[in-house]
């Protein structure tokens, strides 16, 4: 199983950004995916969450902002993070997770650095 992904960099606050997370060695088509961030010193939080239908939530702090997708027949899902701001920062990871029998999983993280 491997959730690579991808896309994070530096931007100035305003800027835009596209995160990648390729998924393999599962059936994504079942899975929910979902993208957390952890900033420095910070507990990690859900940014946002994409069902396999479809349907998405998002975090209060990025409603408006970033927008959540998934190509299933690319086993693919996007962060759209658009008017970044420096609090945006941190370490962004992927999640694939599936029920009812609990099965989830992590990528390795992204690093995306809003300057002010």
């Known amino acids: 199983v491997q959730l690579q992904a991808s896309g994070g960099g530096l931007v100035q606050a305003g800027g835009s950004l596209r995160l990648s997370c390729a998924a393999s060695?599962?059936?994504?088509?079942?899975?929910?995916m979902a993208w957390y961030r952890q900033g420095s010193g910070k507990q990690r939080e859900l940014v946002a969450r994409i069902s396999r239908g479809g349907s998405t939530n998002y975090a209060d702090s990025v409603k408006g902002r970033f927008t959540i997708s998934r190509d299933n027949a690319k086993n693919t899902v996007y962060l759209q993070m658009d008017s970044l701001k420096p609090e945006d920062t941190a370490v962004y990871y992927c999640?694939?997770?599936?029920?009812?029998?609990?099965?989830?999983?992590w990528g390795q993280g992204t690093q995306v650095t809003v300057s002010s």
């Open positions: 060695g599962f059936t994504f088509d079942d899975y929910a």
């Open positions: 999640n694939a997770l599936t029920w009812p029998i609990m099965t989830e999983y």
